[in-house]
C-alpha cells in the first residue's frame, strides 16, 4: 500500500535536531519565555524562593515555575500532577524549562506558596498593557460570575450540624453508662473483655467526630455564616448554573479598546450589589487610574454607592435600575419642595409620614396618600389599605438626575454594549476550566488561581492582535522594573 512509514525508533544519528531548532520561530512559547524572563531579570527582588541555601540539593528557580504555569494554564492544564507530566514528554515544555522536570508536589507547593509573586507578574503584564494602550481605561465593564469552590456540592447546614451533635452527645452518654455497667459486671467476673475494648473504640471515636463537629460549629459562629464547607471554609452557598453549591463570586473588569481584563477580584458576597465601589477602587490600583466610565448590569445598582463612585469626579456609571411594574404605571407623582409633600397626576396628595427612615441601606422620609379613597386608578398604583406611600430618599435629586441620564442615547448605547465587552472573558475561562472545579481553596488562593487565568486571558488576547516579532520587539524594549 501507497502510505507514509514511520522512521526506526532504534535508529540513532548525529545530526538530530536541538531542542530550539524543534519550536517553530513563530511559537508562542517563545513570547513566554521573553516575557518572564526579561520580568524576572529587571525585578529580582520581588522573585526569591527557596535557593537561600548553598548545600543539599538546589531548588527551582521562580522563573522555572512561573513559565510552567503560565505556560500550563494557557494551554488547559492546571494540575500539578499533569503539569509534572508535560515536563515529561511535551516539547515546548522541554525547551521552555531547559529540560528541567520538577515534581507534581514542588510544582505545587510553588503555587500555592508563592501568591505574591503570581500577583506581581499580573500587574506588570497589565501595566505593560497599559502603557501600550491595549487597556486604555475609558470604557469598562464590570460581571461577576459564581465558580464552584474545591468541595463537596453538600454543605453542612447550621440546623443540621446542630442536630448531628445532639445525637452524638445522646450516644455517648450511652455508650458511658453501658461502660459504667459492664466495669461493675468485670469486678464481679472475670470474662473476656473484647466487648468492652470495643466500647472503648467507640467512645474514643465518637469524642475525637464530637471535638471536629464543635470545631466547625465555632467556627460558623465566628464567620456569622448558616452553611459551611469543612473542606473550605472561606466558600459561601451561592445560587449558580449548577444550583446551589458551595462557590466565590469572581468579579471581573473588562476594558472595552480589546477586551483585555483590568481587574479579577475574588470575594465570598454571593450578590454583586455591594462590589462596585470595590472593583472601582480595584482597577485603579492595578492599572494606576480610575476608569472614566463604569458599565455593569442591574444587578450592581445601588444608588447610594453609585453616588460615591462619581464623587472622585473621574468615573461615571452607566448601570441601568432593576425594572418594577411601578415603573410601567400611568401615574406619575411631583414633588412640592415649599409644601413637603408630593401630589400625584390625578391631583392626590401624599403627606409627610415620617422622617429620616431606613430603607434599604438608605435614610428616606416617607410620605403617604391621604386621597386616595375613590380614586379610579387605586387599583393600578397600590393595594395598600392606607393609600400609596413614596420614600423620598436624601440623595434623591441626585437619583433624580441619574434616571434621567439613563435614559440618554449615549448611556442606553453603553449598556447595551456592556455584554460584548464583559462576557467573553468570563466564557473563555470557563471553557478553559472544563467542567471541574478551582484547584485552590480559601479565599486568597483561589485569587491566585484567577490572577494566572487573567494574565493568560491576556496574553492570549495580546498574542492574537500582535505578531510574534513585533510582540517580541515590545517586550525587549518595555521597562518591566517596578517604579
Not at 423 to 446: C, D, N, S, Y
Amino acid at each position: 500500500m501507497h502510505y507514509i512509514s514511520p522512521k526506526d525508533r532504534t535508529q540513532t544519528s548525529i545530526m538530530r535536531p536541538s531542542l530550539d531548532e524543534m519550536i517553530g520561530l513563530d511559537a508562542e512559547v517563545r513570547i513566554l519565555d521573553l516575557l518572564i524572563t526579561e520580568i524576572v531579570r529587571q525585578n529580582p527582588g520581588k522573585f526569591r524562593y527557596k535557593g537561600k541555601i548553598r548545600v543539599g540539593r538546589k531548588a527551582y528557580s521562580p522563573e522555572t515555575m512561573l513559565k510552567l504555569y503560565l505556560y500550563g494554564y494557557l494551554n488547559k492544564i492546571r494540575s500539578s500532577r499533569n503539569l509534572e507530566a508535560e515536563c515529561n514528554r511535551n516539547i515546548e515544555v522541554m525547551w521552555l524549562l531547559g529540560s528541567l522536570k520538577p515534581d507534581f508536589k514542588t510544582i505545587s507547593d510553588y503555587r500555592r506558596d508563592n501568591g505574591k509573586q503570581i500577583k506581581f507578574l499580573t500587574r506588570q503584564v497589565r501595566l505593560f498593557l497599559r502603557d501600550k494602550k491595549y487597556i486604555k481605561g475609558e470604557v469598562v465593564a464590570i460581571d461577576g460570575t459564581k465558580l464552584k469552590a474545591n468541595a463537596k456540592r453538600e454543605m453542612l447546614t447550621r440546623t443540621g450540624l446542630e442536630k448531628r451533635l445532639s445525637k452524638m452527645t445522646d450516644d455517648m452518654e450511652d455508650y458511658l453508662a453501658e461502660l459504667e455497667t459492664n466495669d461493675i459486671h468485670d469486678e464481679q467476673d472475670h470474662d473476656d473483655t473484647s466487648s468492652h475494648r470495643q466500647l472503648v473504640d467507640k467512645v474514643i471515636k465518637l469524642e475525637q467526630e464530637i471535638e471536629k463537629l464543635q470545631r466547625y460549629k465555632k467556627d460558623m459562629d465566628a464567620r456569622g455564616v448558616n452553611y459551611y464547607s469543612p473542606a473550605d471554609p472561606d466558600a459561601k452557598m451561592m445560587k449558580a448554573r449548577e444550583g446551589k453549591i458551595p462557590a466565590y463570586n469572581v468579579q471581573s473588569a473588562v476594558d472595552s479598546e480589546h477586551g483585555m481584563i483590568a481587574s479579577l477580584k475574588v470575594c465570598d458576597s454571593p450578590v454583586d450589589q455591594q462590589q462596585l465601589k470595590a472593583m472601582v477602587d480595584q482597577v485603579e490600583r492595578d492599572i494606576g487610574f480610575a476608569p472614566e466610565i463604569v458599565s455593569a448590569d442591574k444587578g450592581y445598582h445601588n444608588p447610594d454607592m453609585i453616588e460615591d463612585v462619581e464623587q472622585n469626579e473621574k468615573t461615571m456609571c452607566a448601570i441601568p435600575a432593576p425594572v418594577s411594574s411601578r415603573d410601567k404605571e400611568e401615574i406619575e407623582f411631583q414633588y412640592d419642595e415649599e409644601a413637603d409633600e408630593y401630589l400625584c397626576s390625578q391631583g392626590k396628595r401624599l403627606v409627610l409620614l415620617s422622617r429620616n427612615k431606613k430603607k434599604r441601606n438608605s435614610i428616606a422620609n416617607v410620605y403617604q396618600g391621604k386621597e386616595c379613597d375613590g380614586c379610579s386608578l387605586r387599583s393600578v398604583c397600590t393595594t395598600s389599605k392606607i393609600g400609596r406611600i413614596i420614600h423620598r430618599y436624601q440623595n434623591q435629586e441626585w437619583r433624580d438626575r441619574y434616571r434621567g441620564r439613563l435614559q440618554t442615547r449615549a448611556i442606553k448605547a453603553l449598556i447595551n454594549k456592556r455584554k460584548t465587552i464583559v462576557e467573553h472573558p468570563f466564557g473563555t475561562i470557563r471553557a478553559w476550566m472544563g467542567k471541574t472545579q478551582l484547584h485552590l481553596r480559601g479565599r486568597p488562593k483561589v485569587q491566585i488561581e484567577m490572577d494566572l487565568y487573567g494574565s493568560v486571558y491576556n496574553l492570549r488576547r495580546l498574542m492574537n492582535l500582535v505578531s510574534v516579532d513585533v510582540l517580541s520587539e515590545m517586550i525587549h524594549g518595555y521597562d518591566w522594573k517596578m517604579a
